[in-house]
């Protein structure tokens, strides 16, 4: 009994406790991305934004929550019952999922597995079923159309992210997200012989075409604008959601944002050092490594919010040839240019 | 005996969901069920220790061929009732097709034998230090280099040959070209005429 507690329970409760805490903090502070996607955009379009529940507006998004959850939730009658609610569930699912393996700090890891970067990569590529599921249950033009839409854009444009993806690797040498992060505690900075400049080593410098693409990417790959096409409320009304309310159209919502924060959490892990502190130095090296993680999550998260408030949306073609005629065969390039010039030089891991 | 329990779990739900695939009367319903079956055998390899190819095939086939699948499927117009409606008309000869499968399948299991100095050299179990993408990687890019970049080849082919067959230019149809469109500044799109007043071009 004693070793079934010690081998089996005990890890599982483990588990669970971390899943717990994870779970909150994030969906916390995907109430307060929230916020701030809509504060920021407000600002660029010189507007308060939301201001009226609680201080500044700040409880805001819980306002929402509660407002969606006691709404009551219309099933159209033609739709297929099962797979329509079942869709927004799945969609929150597979968004949650990914952060098993996020290393948000040092060590601070649920699942350290070897294969963390092509597990974020399946884990996301799933998203596009709820988005799917959710247009062809619906069992309705609009979001049928989305439906159709969003399957090819968020196929397209995985391509161009496993090619970045595979640059960095190669420059790691392991699929572990953990080891991302180490292996850019050594770089140009210690190169230059200012080891104490450390974001100098991180890979947003050497590989910047990549992070750019990555970066494009996905945005499109979460369905922000300008690549909003799945939802363009000015074609489609709301796409796949227009027959969504309440509780099931709120898990979209959520799952949208948690798979941008996810894709911010990426980006500052492939090409911002992920946990490292910018300048290896007291007092920057005092902060700990997750409160460094967090900052540069939000960051990215500035930055996409950004996008949304100045570029106009793309047309479906534009974003189509953009993805499979510039993307994919600049990524490719880039993975045989990185591969070859680590094998001349002989910095390959 | 935690390993059994979820071997248990993923094989009897990729079981029952293949059965779901042939069953479900909604094609949909048929691709949801295979993407499930997709999904738990790709736990099954995670099992097995493959977690590199219980990726890829949540990658490959999950990721991209089953939503392909799905996006097909969706389009169809499908009448459920005229779909049952033949059911007992095709059922003797289908019956006849799946038994004379069933005794080659049961022939070739049946007699099949194996060298008795082979056994136990089928495969070679990598060592616990060496990762599964860098025991596939060692292999995959020097002993199987030929049959890699042959594979390749003919997806290369298949690729294209989709691409011949689909690719039209119409005449009428107006194409954007963008590197024009780039191009174009004002020296090539506009003329600047001082027009005096009263006067017209």
Known sequence: MSAFWADYLWPLIIIVAESLVLLVVLLIGVAYVIYADRKIWAAVQMRRGPNVVGPWGLLQSFADMLKFVFKEPTIPSGANKGIFIFAPFFATMVALAAWAVIPVADGWVISDINVGILYVLAISSLGVYGTIMGGWASNSKYPFLSALRSAAQMVSYEVSIGFVIITVLLCVGSLNLSDVVRAQSHGLASALGVPWLSFLNWYWLPLLPMMVIFFISALAETNRPPFDLAEAESELVAGFMVEYGSSLYMLFMLAEYVAIVLQCAMLSILFMGGWASPIDLPPFNWIPGVIWFVLKILFWFFMFAMVKAFVPRYRYDQLMRLGWKVFLPLSLAMVVIVAGVLQVTGWAP | ?201
């Open chain 2, 1 to 201: 005996m935690i390993q059994a329990f979820f071997f248990y779990l993923f094989a009897a739900v990729t079981v029952a969901s293949a059965f779901g695939v042939i069953s479900a009367r909604n094609p949909v319903h048929s691709v949801l069920f295979l993407i499930l079956a997709f999904f738990n055998a790709a736990g099954l390899f995670v099992l097995m220790g493959a977690e590199f190819l219980a990726m890829l095939l949540v990658v490959v086939y999950v990721g991209a061929v089953a939503v392909l699948f799905l996006f097909v499927v969706m389009m169809l117009d499908v009448d459920f009732t005229e779909l049952r409606s033949g059911l007992l008309e095709y059922m003797p000869i289908g019956s006849v097709i799946g038994l004379i499968l069933l005794a080659e399948l049961l022939m070739v299991v049946g007699g099949w034998a194996i060298e008795p100095g082979m056994i136990g050299h089928g495969a070679t179990p990598i060592t616990a230090a060496t990762t599964n993408v860098a025991a596939i990687g060692a292999v995959l890019y020097t002993k199987y280099i030929f049959f890699f970049q042959v594979a390749g080849l003919v997806l290369l082919v298949a690729m294209i040959g989709a691409i011949v067959l689909t690719l039209r230019h119409k005449a009428f149809v107006k194409r954007q070209n963008i590197e024009e469109q780039v191009a174009r500044g004002p020296a090539t799109a506009i003329e600047i005429v001082s027009v005096e007043s009263g006067k017209g071009l």
